[in-house]
């Protein structure tokens, strides 16, 4: 019964197992750093790298990393993410249900271009190392042949030019320079804005997604973390606006202000045969 009882709890033991972090009475360990050596030594953009690659960045890499979660955390209450954190307020649900609503959002299309960019990016840097001729409008004829004609990561519907993304690639440039990254998909990227602008007949250039989605990679994140980092940086924001709005303490606010009215498609008016 004993060695029945003891392999019951090594089963349950084992039933999760993590390499992130050892907890023991008075001792927590991350990545096998005592929590309270990281405390007020490592910024946040470190523990986020630690996390989730196991190792400390270099200070470039980290530095690197903060510029491109500063660039995403917000874009207005007109971004479907932060209304809805607003709109959830209004309705009288709490910071963590708004933010969790908001969240939920980030999808595929209000969320994902940067994900789907750095695939782009990286299926790119995949056929040319299979020496495949023009490998980024291989890789871009691949992604819309699947996904569609959009491009993730070029153009804004708002912006002519997006002012996060210039300064960002400035950035890269500055660390390619000093050697902390390679400069690879800096240039796919840039390279995806010539094919554009040859397939377009004008320019069509890279906005906060396709910036971020350069770091990323050139930081070695694997795409679907540019998504989740992307959602760190962007709930910043949504905190943000969550606050404004409950402080303001409207009640049930909606999309539109009740003036304008939305637009009935139905059927004429009916009315039942007496």
Not at 209 to 237: H, K, N
Request: charged content about 20%; aromatic content about 6%; proline content about 7%.
């Amino acid at each position: 019964m004993t060695a029945q009882r003891d392999d019951r709890l090594d089963q349950a033991s084992q039933w999760w197992s993590t390499s992130i972090i050892d907890i023991h009475p008075g001792e927590i360990r991350i990545r096998g750093h005592a929590i309270q050596d990281l405390i007020g030594r490592i910024s946040f953009p470190e523990m986020i790298w630690l996390m989730l690659r196991g190792e400390l960045p270099g200070k470039a890499q980290a530095a690197l990393l903060e510029a491109a979660l500063v660039s995403s955390v917000d874009h207005g209450p007109h971004a479907p993410s932060i209304a809805i954190s607003r709109m959830a307020i209004s309705c009288g649900v709490g910071l963590n249900g708004a933010m969790g609503s908001a969240v939920n959002v980030l999808g595929d299309i209000h969320g994902g271009a940067g994900q789907q960019c750095m695939e782009i990016y990286q299926d790119s840097r995949a056929r040319g190392g299979r020496g495949e001729p023009q490998p980024v409008q291989a890789a871009l004829d691949a992604y819309r042949a699947e996904h569609g004609k959009i491009v993730p990561g070029f153009g804004h519907r708002f912006h002519p030019r997006d002012p996060r993304a210039k300064r960002l690639l400035a950035l890269v440039d500055e660390a390619v320079s000093q050697g902390v990254v390679s400069g690879e998909f800096a240039r796919i990227g840039r390279q995806v804005e010539v094919v554009l602008e040859q397939e377009k007949g004008r320019h069509i250039p890279m906005n906060i997604d396709g910036a971020t989605a350069v770091i990323y990679s050139e930081l070695g994140f694997a795409p679907e973390l540019g998504r989740g980092i992307f959602i760190l940086s962007r709930s910043v924001g949504i905190l943000a606006h969550a606050w404004e709005q409950m402080r303001e303490g409207r009640r049930i606010k909606g999309p539109m202000p009740p003036s304008i009215p939305y637009a009935y498609t139905g059927p004429a008016r009916a009315e039942l045969p007496e």
